[in-house]
């Protein structure tokens, strides 16, 4: 099987909570190999905090939609958790800031969509 066609496949076996996770997931391995390479490596860091900062661009403009069927002040907080993941992720471009609390949110939100109960899983 090609790894297109296992990825395919395996798209299609998870539902849309699994799907995020996956997600979350990969963004979030994405900003912590970024936090551990040298500031000079430019590219790696602002590929990964540029990746996080659409996903929570995504979430935020899903959130703003009328049709959005969430709680609306779970949307609200949605949307000012992306309005602070835009501007620290501009901070630590600019290295005024560090990684760890853009990891320590993208955690936080696998804790939320793994449910209760769930053992914690590393990004």
């Not at 490596?41 to 899903?62: K, M």
């Amino acid at each position: 099987m090609s790894l297109q066609a296992y990825k395919a496949a395996a798209t299609r076996a998870e539902n849309p909570r699994e799907m995020e996770y996956r997600l979350f997931g990969q963004v979030t391995r994405a900003l912590m190999h970024a936090a551990t390479v040298d500031a000079s490596d430019i590219a790696t860091r602002i590929d990964a905090l540029d990746w996080n900062r659409r996903l929570w661009s995504a979430l935020a403009t899903d959130c703003a939609s009328p049709d959005n069927g969430m709680d609306q002040a779970l949307r609200a907080r949605i949307i000012s958790i992306s309005l602070f993941v835009g501007r620290h992720s501009s901070a630590v471009m600019r290295g005024e800031e560090d990684f760890e609390p853009l990891i320590d949110i993208n955690r936080t939100i696998m804790q939320g969509l793994a449910g209760p109960g769930a053992p914690a899983q590393a990004a």
